[in-house]
């Protein structure tokens, strides 16, 4: 539904809201431009999450194909008493990201080489296991990094759309139809002066006397 103005139809109002109408449509125009950014962000970061997605799902599934070879050859028991020696194999360090004025995490994620647990019993596929869990880690921190960030664009792409909606088809052509009004109000007004005018002008040549 738009939006009714109630302002008094006067030149200086006319000008008034033609400045505003004019700021509007440079706001217009630029939240038009930002949600073009957003958008293209959007499908950047999609072709991301997708490739992150498959990534993260090929060294989980290795993962835990060596996590079945390790549990063959030393059991649940072993595996269970190993891993309590075992240090943490995955640095990461999560960092503050902003494009277009969206805020979001970006991950910074690395594998670090895994130490000997020292225990006796332990098979080479368990150290194999370690590392591509590892891996598995940081892929999907880095898919989880994406996934916000796509999450948050989408949202704010969403806003400017409805921006650029409101201004476009409810704001601005509210404001044109009040500066229309109020110019065909003056117009009228200019109109009914003249006639005054003309009216005292022809009576005033009336009463002249005849020379």
Do not use: C
Not at 72 to 83: E, K, N, Q, V, Y
Not at 98 to 104: K, N, T
């Amino acid at each position: 539904m738009a939006t009714r103005l109630r302002t008094a139809p006067t030149k200086s109002a006319l000008l008034n809201l033609r400045k505003q109408v004019r700021f509007l449509e440079d706001g217009h125009s630029l939240l038009e431009r930002k949600r073009e950014l957003l958008t293209r962000l959007v499908y950047q970061h999609i072709k991301q999450y997708q490739d992150k997605k498959k990534t993260a799902h090929d060294a989980l599934r290795l993962a835990y194909r060596w996590l079945a070879i390790a549990q063959l050859r030393m059991g649940d028991r072993s595996i269970a008493r190993a891993t309590l020696g075992a240090a943490p194999s995955v640095s990461m360090k999560v960092l503050p990201r902003r494009s277009l004025g969206v805020q979001y995490p970006s991950i910074e994620a690395s594998v670090v080489a895994p130490k000997p647990v020292g225990l006796l019993g332990t098979d080479p596929s368990f150290d194999e296991a370690r590392r591509a869990f590892a891996t598995a880690s940081v892929h999907l921190a880095e898919l989880a990094a994406v996934e916000m960030a796509l999450y948050r664009l989408i949202s704010e792409q969403r806003k400017a759309q409805k921006r650029v909606n409101a201004l476009k088809y409810n704001i601005i052509p509210s404001y044109r139809k009040v500066i229309k009004q109020i110019a065909e109000a003056l117009e009228e007004e200019e109109r009914g002066t003249l006639f005054q005018i003309k009216r005292l002008r022809d009576k005033a040549q009336r009463k002249q006397p005849a020379g």
